[in-house]
């Protein structure tokens, strides 16, 4: 069992779940005691009614008294039924989806406000799965902790009564039943013990199942998987893993099935030996055939309360575990400040500088730092470039000065003031970003670019922003104009867009923003060279009177920026503008020459071809 686990005591988390329901619907835990004493009293009554019967018959009581007594049973009977019916029909219908629906919200809040640091790690997903898992459906066992404990307290319960019953016949019966019940009490054991060994074993094998699932149909996958023909061995990890997995699963069952088996053999014997007992107190004239009537149904339903009380105890402990997985996943700290915070600066100024102080980041779970000792001041109203190699740590650097990530060492400062200690999400609404990858959210193209519901969104503000980033065209060309919507998976009537349309959408989204600080990560990559020339040249216009951040692998487009930065070997290598960076001769200059030298080339060979045309 994992230390998570351990973080909730079964009573803590009986508790929880009891106040849950109870905040959410009292009448839920009334019916459940409810439930839990009419669930022994009916059959108690079952099995009492024959007695009195006989009991009567052999007392030969008048007629009348015979259809006093028997009516009053008859009509205890029929109230205990409907009590029954009520109480189960309200457990079966809130106990479930009261939880479910308690728990599905806080997860899902929980995704969208948790610090994103936490949440791209690889701890917090494993988690996060965890805690899916047990909450997949409204039959999942940590949803039904009060119907857990009303089934095991009424088999309790039974136990109680009906021993009572048989003990009150003849001591010995209760002591040998007693036996018997412990023998099978261990051979359960052993079945949970299994069960509880390879659970985590075979959550993960769970986990690998629906990964696999997952990659498997999403499109984004699928041309990888066709093109390169992986399926088939796709196919045999998934066989390979459901193989590994079903063998776990097999040992659970076997376990299962050993001790029901036991449990049956056992009480076979048990029984047939009690039942040869009572009738020999009976043939001895030691028991009336009333009692004989009444224990031989006691001794009956006894063993059912009996494996009732193992069964649903190891449900119960099993239900509460998975509560704790749920709990402990939402119990996850924020690291970031999500309290009123320090003051931060107008909305209508510039910023002030923006400065990392000996910054230094490794990813969780990663041996080296990707960032070492970075000190940079990006002055108000800066345009800042930033290059590099694949995977030197640009994208790193602006998540840091994003918030997203918080240092592992050394500070980042806004205006002299640790980021760290102005609100979160206030801070996060002073930056317009573009990332590399782009997210289209499931409504038309102006909810997306202004993140707001219809009746706050600025339509003009919208249209003008497309216009800057190069999509009015496209979108004006629609039936629906920027009504149109996204996201064809949820949406039958929505429209797809390309990469480069992707692009222009997310650079209409942070202009329409328009926080004083504006982040691109390669908002080019994917636009054809007529689109990207006119970001280019109204790079000046879109970021006029803000502080920029630009990363581009196009050399060439960093010319417009006041200062460039070159990260390299976890640091900033080289620092200046293109022209000192080219006299400079360092890594800049190499990288700037080759990627000219090609589109020189390609220029002479145009030439060339012209040439010889002519
Ligand atoms: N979430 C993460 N967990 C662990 N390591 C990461 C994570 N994200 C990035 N890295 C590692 O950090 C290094 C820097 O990544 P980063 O994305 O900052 O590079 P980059 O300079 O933006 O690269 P590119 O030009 O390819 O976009 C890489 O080696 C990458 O493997």
Not at 235 to 252: C, D, G, L, P, R
């Amino acid at each position: 069992m994992s230390k998570e686990k351990e973080a909730y005591s079964p009573w803590s988390n009986i508790v929880y779940s009891m106040r849950l329901h109870w905040r959410a619907r009292p009448l839920t835990l009334i019916c459940c005691v409810v439930s839990a004493i009419v669930g022994v009293a009916l059959p108690f009554v079952n099995i009492l009614m024959p007695k009195i019967v006989i009991d009567n018959l052999t007392a030969r009581v008048t007629p009348g008294e015979f259809i006093v007594s028997v009516g009053v049973m008859a009509l205890l009977l029929a109230a205990l039924s409907c009590a029954k019916s009520y109480a189960d029909l309200i457990t079966n219908e809130s106990v479930g989806t009261i939880s479910i629906l308690k728990h599905l919200q806080a997860t899902m809040h929980k995704h969208l406000t948790m610090d994103f640091e936490v949440l791209e790690s690889p701890g917090y997903a494993k988690l996060g799965e965890k805690a899916w898992r047990a909450m997949q459906s409204n039959h999942s066992p940590s949803s039904n902790i009060p119907r857990s404990m009303t089934m095991l307290v009424i088999n309790v319960l039974g136990f109680v009564t009906y021993g009572m019953v048989i003990v009150n016949v003849h001591p010995l019966i209760i002591l040998f039943l007693a036996v018997s019940a412990g023998i099978n009490w261990l051979a359960l054991s052993r079945a949970r013990k299994i069960e509880r060994e390879t659970r985590e074993e075979r959550s993960k094998l769970q986990g690998k199942l629906w990964y696999m699932q997952k990659v498997s149909k999403e499109p984004s996958g699928g041309k990888d998987v066709r093109l390169y023909g992986l399926n088939s061995l796709i196919s045999s990890v998934f066989k390979s893993v459901i193989a590994t997995s079903t063998e776990k699963e097999h040992k659970v069952a076997t376990g299962d099935m050993k001790a029901q088996l036991s449990d049956a053999l056992l009480g076979l014997v048990r029984d047939g030996a009690a039942y040869a007992f009572l009738i020999y107190l009976l043939m001895n004239g030691e028991l009336t055939l009333g009692n004989f009537v009444l224990v031989f149904a006691a001794i009956g339903a006894f063993a059912g309360w009996l494996s009732g009380i193992l069964t649903h105890s190891s449900e119960l402990m099993r239900a509460l575990s998975e509560l704790s997985d749920i709990r402990v996943y939402l119990d996850v700290p924020d690291v970031s400040n999500t309290g009123p915070g320090h003051e931060l600066p107008a909305g209508d100024m510039l910023p002030p500088a923006i400065t990392l102080n000996n910054v230094t980041y490794t990813y969780p779970e990663a041996k080296e730092p990707t960032l070492c000792g970075i000190d940079l001041v990006i002055t108000p109203g800066e345009r800042i470039a930033i290059v590099g190699a694949n995977g030197a740590g640009k994208t790193t650097l602006i998540k840091l000065i994003c918030g997203l990530y918080k240092p592992t060492s050394g500070e980042i400062t806004l205006g002299g003031v640790d980021i760290t200690r102005f609100n979160r999400d206030r801070y996060f609404a002073m930056l317009s970003t573009v990332f590399q990858d782009i997210h289209l959210f499931c409504c038309d193209i102006a909810g997306n670019i202004s993140q707001q519901s219809p009746d706050r969104t600025d339509y003009e503000k919208v249209k003008k922003c497309l216009e800057l980033s190069g999509l009015l065209e496209k979108v004006s060309g629609l039936e629906q104009g920027e009504s149109t919507l996204l996201v064809r998976r949820v949406h039958d009537d929505a429209i797809e867009l390309s990469g480069g349309e992707k692009q222009k959408l997310a650079l209409a989204r942070a202009l329409y923003k328009d926080a004083p600080v504006i982040i691109l990560d390669e908002p080019t990559a994917a636009l054809d060279p007529i689109a990207e020339s006119e970001i280019y040249q109204r790079y000046a216009e879109l970021t006029a009177g803000k502080t920029s951040i630009y990363i581009s692998h196009r050399l060439a487009s960093t010319r417009f920026c006041d200062r460039i930065l070159l990260i390299d070997d976890g640091g900033i290598a080289e620092c200046g503008t293109h022209d000192e960076l080219m006299r400079y001769g360092g890594k800049y200059a190499e990288m700037f020459n080759v990627q000219s030298r090609y589109y020189k080339d390609e220029e002479v060979a145009e030439n060339e071809d012209a040439l010889h045309l002519a």
